[in-house]
């Protein structure tokens, strides 16, 4: 064993491979190796580079989750591609319209049609790379920490933004709703004994395919307009016969909306379990879509990550309708998929089913998926050429929204730029005095606790003035127990801590224990001590 008295504390300049705790002369591994070589920037702040946060050229704006909102986002990124009900949004009257500028400070969308507007404007015009639907979900009365039936959601809000919009006096707004989603069928059944067909004519802005037995969308809407026959108890009443008669019934489809929006029933009731279930079966689509006269192309798909109904994750592909290119909507992740054709293999992968399931191969525009739930086609060449202006009223607020972000960027900026700054003087500073620290044989020497060097060496903490109370004893003088809690320095260091991080007491030299004392001291040093 060798001894490191406190006399001759040049014995143990930087020796050891480890901090010996027992030893106050001992300096190596309390925290230095951290500064003593180059240091890369970042590591002098923990703050993000603001520009992070900063929308790319020509790319799309994201949506924040909040807590279970996804599936919200996912209808909102599709219906802000629907060229037609954007621009139709923005020719809505606003209370703003026509007003001077400093009356827009104070405005808080109010409707429904509102906080679209602004959001859409956002969408359409924001520096930020992803914006926050807080107004609008409030609006609508979300519970945020509740996931709701995705495919419900969709069909109250049609429902509640048409009503919304039939008191505007332009047709333009009036009918959007009507013009791009709604279309017509009729119930229609036929009198097996007479022939008498009636007629039930009904709306729709969607339709409810059955997906259970099937493989191909084609086979599930032939299943939604198949023929039903009414015989046995459940037979129809023929008010030409004036009797009950064997019948049958089918589904004619009258009119179709430019915008067709296919709601493929993932979720059902489940009678054995009395929940709902998630059918996580392969179904087939295409690109194109032959709705006889009409032609349809593939614009959005939704899908539902996960294998239960009560839980997952919400992200939407939809196609932009002026390049034909397909991105990838996730909350605030925003991904252009190479090409121009959809690329659904990672939805597909992310969760196996309890089934394992093998995924089919398809051909060339051909695509199969157990995680859609809802496929959006729209008619052929529609709303390539059409532009979409803001107005000048949401200019100005996206302007303002705008202004805001670049101030929060420069503050953050100087901050980081000033944490660098502190940084390198900290470094500079760290490596020029641990080079001196060790006090020299012969020299004044100060004891300094042990725990204010660590965080003093700790790049991640401001440093605090310097607190030695912890090792004193009852007089005021260094405490003889307290040796693996202190560290001999050089005085001439000892005198630039306290002028610049304060604090006390100061334990110089000659406040060491006396007589008895020192023998104990000297005595813990030398057994603590070590090679």
């Not at 349809?296 to 994750?313: F, K, M, P, Q, T």
């Not at 020299?440 to 300094?448: L, N």
């Not at 204010?452 to 007089?475: F, G, I, T, Y």
């Not at 202190?486 to 630039?496: L, N, P, Q």
């Amino acid at each position: 064993m060798r001894s490191f008295p406190l006399a001759n504390p040049d014995l143990a300049m930087f020796p050891c491979r480890r901090n010996c705790r027992g030893n106050p002369n001992c300096l190596v591994g309390i925290g230095e190796q951290a500064w003593l070589g180059e240091i890369d920037e970042d590591a002098f702040h923990n703050i993000e580079d603001p520009n992070a946060e900063r929308r790319k050229k020509n790319a799309f704006v994201g949506l924040t989750n909040l807590g279970a909102t996804c599936y919200v986002n996912t209808f909102l990124q599709m219906w802000f591609l629907n060229l037609e009900l954007r621009q139709a949004l923005y020719l809505c009257p606003n209370p703003l319209s026509g007003c001077f500028q400093a009356d827009a400070f104070y405005y808080e969308p109010q409707s429904i049609c509102e906080h679209l507007q602004y959001l859409f404007a956002l969408l359409q015009s924001s520096r930020r790379r992803y914006i926050d639907p807080s107004g609008f979900v409030k609006a609508l009365g979300l519970d945020t920490g509740q996931q709701q039936d995705a495919q419900e959601f969709s069909k109250l809000f049609m429902s509640l933004l048409e009503d919304t919009l039939s008191s505007q006096k332009n047709p333009e707004v009036r009918d959007i709703v009507q013009k791009q989603f709604c279309g017509e069928y009729a119930y229609v059944t036929v009198c097996n004994q007479c022939g008498r067909e009636s007629k039930l004519i009904s709306k729709f802005y969607e339709l409810e395919l059955n997906i259970q037995g099937h493989k191909q969308l084609s086979d599930c809407i032939t299943e939604f307009l198949k023929e039903e026959k009414l015989e046995g108890d459940n037979r129809y009443f023929c008010e030409t016969c004036q009797s009950k008669q064997n019948a049958t019934r089918r589904i004619r489809l009258l009119s179709l909306p430019c915008t067709l929006n296919l709601q493929l029933m993932r979720f059902v009731f489940d009678r054995q379990t009395g929940h709902k279930k998630k059918l996580n079966t392969y179904i087939e689509f295409s690109d194109l879509l032959d709705m006889e006269p009409f032609t349809y192309e593939l614009s959005a798909i939704l899908i539902h990550r996960g294998v239960s109904a009560y839980s997952g994750h919400y992200i939407a592909h939809v196609k932009d309708p002026q390049t034909a290119e397909w991105y990838r909507f996730n909350d605030e992740e925003i991904e252009k998929m190479e090409g121009k054709k959809l690329q659904l293999g990672a939805e597909e992968d992310l969760e196996p089913s309890k089934s394992q399931a093998r995924k089919p191969k398809g051909g060339k525009g051909v695509y199969r998926s157990r995680n859609a739930y809802m496929l959006v086609y729209r008619l052929q060449s529609r709303a390539k050429s059409l532009t979409t202006d803001i107005p000048a009223f949401l200019k100005e607020l996206v302007e303002r929204d705008n202004s805001k972000f670049e101030e929060w960027c420069a503050e953050m900026a100087e901050m980081r730029q000033q944490s660098v700054a502190r940084g390198k003087v900290k470094h500079e500073e760290v490596k020029e005095l641990y080079q001196k620290l060790p006090a020299k044989a012969g020299d004044p020497y100060d004891f300094v606790s042990l725990e204010w060097l660590q965080q003093w060496l700790d790049e991640a903490a401001a440093p605090k003035p310097v607190d030695n109370r912890p090792c004193l004893c009852p007089h005021g003088k260094l405490n003889p127990d307290k040796v693996p809690a202190i560290k001999r320095v050089s005085a001439t260091v000892a005198d630039y801590f306290y002028q610049r991080y304060g604090g006390g007491p100061r334990l110089t030299g000659h406040r060491t224990p006396s007589s008895s004392n020192h023998q104990m001291l000297q005595h813990k040093v030398l057994k603590g001590a070590k090679v």
